[in-house]
């Protein structure tokens, strides 16, 4: 989702519950996107990447799930724990291929009601 | 700790001064980015080196700002004549750019160090 200023998209999920974070992409030429998390005070920590040429990716606890023909990305996070408590950006090559610096989007703050 | 690492963490300076910050990447990597970073934003790119060599500036990084990385290892990012604007998070990220391979384009960043100007 997009935000305005301060007001970052929340999303609030009970522990133990699913959590689904979307992402809005802009270059369909993009062939690579990557998720990272970023906790209060901290850097942003890579959590999973996907390439173009696949739909779906899992990690430990995650999944990127990706739709190039509405160009969305998503991130779902299985049973969530308070230490998943953090801003979540989606980001993409500025120059559509993977070895070009990174652009971030707004991001997304997930809390974790315990 | 292996990790990048910046400093200072914080610096608080009045509007017209200068600062510096360092950054020292993973030691074996070639690429060192700089990013900007806003209450309620996302990290935005100002610029990146692989090895010694500056590839790209962003339209973002003004005159007042400039950046190195002499010996291709640890980098500055120099704001001269600060402004009240420029009080954001300064993060430093390395990764390593292997030729005729995809690299996964995973950035490494350090904690940052934030910025405050009066």
């Known amino acids: 989702g997009e935000s305005v200023g301060l007001h970052l998209p929340t999303l609030s999920v009970q522990e133990g519950d699913n959590s689904i974070i979307n992402c809005a992409y802009s270059?369909?030429?993009?062939?690579?996107f990557i998720w990272y998390k970023q906790e209060s005070g901290k850097g942003p920590q890579f959590i999973i990447d996907i390439r173009s040429n696949m739909d779906k990716r899992q990690g430990q606890r995650v999944t990127v799930l990706l739709n190039k023909t509405v160009k969305h990305l998503s991130l779902q996070i299985a049973a969530t724990q308070p230490g998943d408590s953090a801003v979540y950006f989606c980001a993409e090559p500025k120059g559509g291929s993977g070895n070009t610096p990174l652009v971030f989007g707004k991001g997304t703050r997930l809390s974790v009601i315990a | 700790d292996t990790g990048v690492s910046q400093d200072p963490r914080h610096k608080i300076t009045k509007r017209g001064q200068n600062v510096t910050f360092r950054c020292d990447p993973i030691?074996?990597?070639?690429?060192l980015y700089w990013y900007r970073q806003t209450l309620g934003q996302g990290p935005e790119f100002l610029t990146y080196?692989?090895?010694?060599?500056?590839?790209?500036k962003s339209r973002l990084l003004s005159d007042r700002f400039s950046a190195e990385r002499p010996k291709g290892s640890f980098s500055t990012l120099e704001i001269q004549r600060t402004e009240q604007g420029d009080s954001a998070m300064y993060l430093c990220?390395?990764?390593?750019?292997?030729?005729?391979?995809?690299?996964?384009?995973?950035?490494?960043f350090g904690e940052g160090s934030r910025l405050t100007v009066l």
């Open positions: 030691s074996e990597h070639n690429r």
């Open positions: 990220a390395s990764s390593l750019a292997v030729l005729k391979l995809l690299n996964t384009g995973e950035l490494f």
């Open positions: 080196f692989q090895n010694e060599a500056q590839l790209e």
């Open positions: 270059n369909s030429a993009s062939d690579y």
